[in-house]
């Protein structure tokens, strides 16, 4: 279950009113900086931090809208600007020119630049250390890297598109988060050209969110892997260590750094090549649902009374509830297409049974056996039925006690 969201909460106080906000939403604010409120009231409202050239504004959450919707607005619209995605601590930006993507950034760590070139080979992870220690709020990592003569001009672009390209596709992985588009004047710095138009990278992460959907299926969270007898490539040692003593999915994705579709393919691969294997399923046994009280010992009783039995329990029930016990009689009344025969001329006790020995008489004349099983029917249609018009007038902690005695008694004459 998703954690309940930060509230904002206006304080009204004479003519003065002020907007209360949890920790969580205050991050990131000054009391420098106001913020310009897009009223919707009483529905809501919209506080943007709202650059001089803002145009307008697109938000939404990702449970009302896909990705692939907040591109379509961007690409039919020709619009530059800037969509920013977030759900919990996660957050995606991309940078838009005229409907092309020309930046983006994540909080991922997988998703840094540094990262990005040593997974390509184009720096050591002793060399990114060493960088990051020279990083000042004026001198960024791609500047350190290219000064000190640890990555080439020439790399350094090169890795930065791959990784907007990879920041975009994995966007469409998201399934929970909300987006906001600020529509603006085309960017004029930190801009890069990627090798595929934004509408065929669209089409890429549809693809790439439909392979991820398959493995999903293939590789639920809850399975189990283990170390196969085949040895791990070169560079995953601390992902074999994870695995060793045996691990959910979800353990080891915790240990693995990659998109999701990167960690699912890298397991579709792992367990083809036999280094990871599936471990089989435990079995769950569901607990038996346990008899009230007073069924208790009747096994004793044949199946007949012991659907009688309930049919008292129910009725006793609605009665010490003060409620009208007359809806276990309007089946009586008017019984269900095919029972009208069986139910003709029974009626309720006093204490919610039937005379039993009635609806056998009614249906009698198919043999004894025959007679049997249309009597257990007729019960339990009436049961069943008395339980469902029961749900709506008693608590539901007895209703479902109930339920599960009736289920008890099913499964008892199976």
Do not use: C
């Amino acid at each position: 279950m998703a954690p309940p969201r930060p509230k904002a909460t206006p304080r009204i106080a004479g003519e003065t009113a002020a907007l209360e906000l949890e920790r969580p939403l205050a991050v990131g604010l000054s009391s420098n900086r106001p913020l310009s409120a897009h009223f919707h009231s009483p529905e809501g409202m919209i506080l943007l931090r709202e650059p001089p050239d803002l145009i307008g504004f697109f938000a939404g959450n990702l449970g009302s809208l896909f990705m692939e919707d907040v591109f379509s607005y961007v690409l039919s619209g020709i619009r530059s600007g800037q969509l920013i995605v977030q759900h919990g601590q996660l957050r995606r930006t991309v940078t838009f020119r005229d409907g092309q993507v020309v930046f983006a950034t994540s909080t991922e760590r997988y998703e840094r630049l540094g990262t990005v070139l040593v997974q390509l080979g184009l720096l050591t992870s002793d060399q990114l250390t060493l960088a990051i220690a020279q990083v000042t709020p004026t001198r960024r990592i791609g500047q350190v890297l290219t000064t000190e003569g640890m990555v080439s001009e020439a790399n350094l672009y090169n890795a930065m598109t791959f990784l907007v390209r990879e920041v975009v596709l994995n966007l469409f992985e998201m399934m929970e988060g909300s987006f906001l588009f600020l529509e603006a004047q085309a960017p004029l710095s930190d801009v890069v050209k990627l090798p595929d138009r934004t509408r065929d990278l669209v089409i890429q992460a549809i693809k790439r969110g439909e392979a991820t959907t398959r493995l999903r299926r293939q590789f639920p969270e809850d399975m189990r892997l283990g170390v196969g007898p085949e040895d791990f490539p070169p560079g995953e040692a601390a992902l074999a260590a994870k695995a060793r003593p045996g691990v959910t999915l979800k353990e080891l994705r915790a240990a693995f750094e990659g998109s999701i579709h990167a960690f699912l393919t890298w397991v579709e691969e792992r367990v083809r090549g036999r280094s990871l294997v599936i471990e089989p399923a435990v079995p769950v046994t569901p607990p038996r649902p346990r008899p009230t009280i007073e069924m208790l010992g009747s096994e004793l009783l044949g199946p007949e009374e012991r659907y009688n039995l309930l049919l008292a329990l129910v009725y006793r029930a609605v009665d010490e509830m003060g409620r009208d016990v007359g809806l276990l009689q309007s089946f009586l009344r008017s019984p269900p297409p095919g029972l009208e025969e069986a139910y003709a001329g029974v009626k309720l006790g006093p204490d919610g049974r039937v005379d039993v020995d009635q609806i056998r008489r009614n249906v009698a004349g198919g043999g004894e056996a025959l007679s049997r099983a249309l009597t257990l029917e007729a019960l339990d249609a009436f049961v069943s039925y008395a339980l469902f018009s029961a749900q709506n007038v008693l608590p539901q902690d007895l209703a479902d006690q109930l339920a599960m005695t009736y289920r008890a008694l099913q499964e008892g004459l199976t």
